[in-house]
């Protein structure tokens, strides 16, 4: 994976997979003490500390669709190797929390790719969960929440495009609201 929202994706579609009801992800820049972190706790079924163990080898994993599980493990060694680490709290039947942490400005560091786009996909295709993202740059945060949204469209599906649109933007000019300078750190946004 060369972007980091696509790990935050991969993560998530863990907590999918866990059955979470509620997901939050957070990215948290802090230009001062150069620090990079991400965090993707769910409410999901959570796992048992050997499971969480096995979870760091690239060679364990729950899916029946491949063998291996390469994404925990290869953002744990990128991290690593940008001077930062992971870590997994979990616990069965209450859920999961991932966090890694970078060194921001190391020049191994991966851009954070389209974290709109990410957030986007995962809300549109998974309605019945409950997403949280929060963006905090330094002091600022922008945080989304898609509960007040869902609750006040009803029934309309979000996936109409003027929905879309509407989310995106808000999205989009939350982050850069609080860091103008985000989009330098992108691959593509659009």
Not at 62 to 67: G, L, P
Not at 93 to 104: A, H
Not at 120 to 148: E, G, T
Not at 171 to 183: H, Q, V, W
Request: glycine fraction near 6%; proline fraction near 4%; aromatic fraction near 6%.
């Amino acid at each position: 994976m060369k972007e980091l929202s696509l790990h935050l994706l991969d993560i998530a579609e863990n907590s999918i997979a866990a059955e979470a009801k509620c997901i939050k992800i957070v990215v948290n820049e802090d230009s001062r003490s150069d620090l990079l972190q991400m965090i993707v706790e769910d409410d999901g079924r959570g796992m048992n500390p050997e499971m969480v163990e096995k979870v760091i080898d690239p060679f364990t994993t729950t899916r029946t669709t491949r063998k291996v599980g390469l994404g925990i493990p290869l953002l744990k060694a990128a991290a690593e190797a940008c001077n930062g680490f992971l870590t997994i709290d979990s616990q069965q039947g209450k859920g999961t929390k991932i966090f890694v942490q970078f060194q921001r400005s190391h020049i191994d560091r991966m851009p954070l790719g389209d974290l709109v786009t990410t957030i986007m996909n995962l809300l549109v295709a998974n309605l019945q969960i409950h997403w949280i993202f929060q963006y905090k740059y330094n002091d600022k945060v922008f945080i989304f929440d898609d509960h007040p949204i869902k609750t006040e469209l009803e029934n309309v599906p979000l996936s109409e495009p003027g929905i879309l649109n509407c989310i995106r933007e808000m999205l989009k000019s939350g982050i850069l609201e609080i860091n103008p300078d985000f989009l330098t750190d992108q691959v593509s946004i659009s």
